[in-house]
């Protein structure tokens, strides 16, 4: 087992942990890898690195100021993969064809 221990934010529970670094493949991503513990003196988050709960998607929300300094942002663009939408190909949908197979109105 590793003893590197790797510090984390949960944006489910709002708290920091260490976690050891061969554990790191089981996280989910709503946990975010940060590089050291926000500034105590922070005039938002005053250290706790969320600044309040975002109450319909039930997460809590990071510290604008303590993000930019404490995310680990090398771990986080490994970690995030961009979806691209679903291509509808308007020619062929059922809107169209039914206003196809209309008789010309002269």
């Known amino acids: ?16 942990y260490y976690i050891e670094e061969d554990e790191i493949k089981n996280l989910d991503n709503t946990q975010i890898p940060l590089i050291k513990k926000p500034d105590p003196k922070c005039k938002k988050c005053y250290g706790r690195f969320y ?8 997460y809590y929300m990071p510290c604008p100021k303590c993000s ?4 680990d942002w ?10 691209t939408p679903k ?20």
Do not use: H, W
């Open 87 to 106: 291509q509808t190909n308007v020619i062929d949908d059922d809107f169209s064809k039914a206003v196809n197979s209309l008789p010309d109105i002269k």
């Open 51 to 58: 600044i309040g709960k975002e109450i319909i998607k039930n």
């Open 74 to 83: 090398n771990k986080v663009k490994d970690e995030i993969t961009v979806a």
């Open 1 to 16: 087992m590793s003893t590197n221990l790797k510090l984390y934010f949960s944006l489910i529970s709002g708290e920091l």
């Open 68 to 71: 930019r300094k404490c995310i």
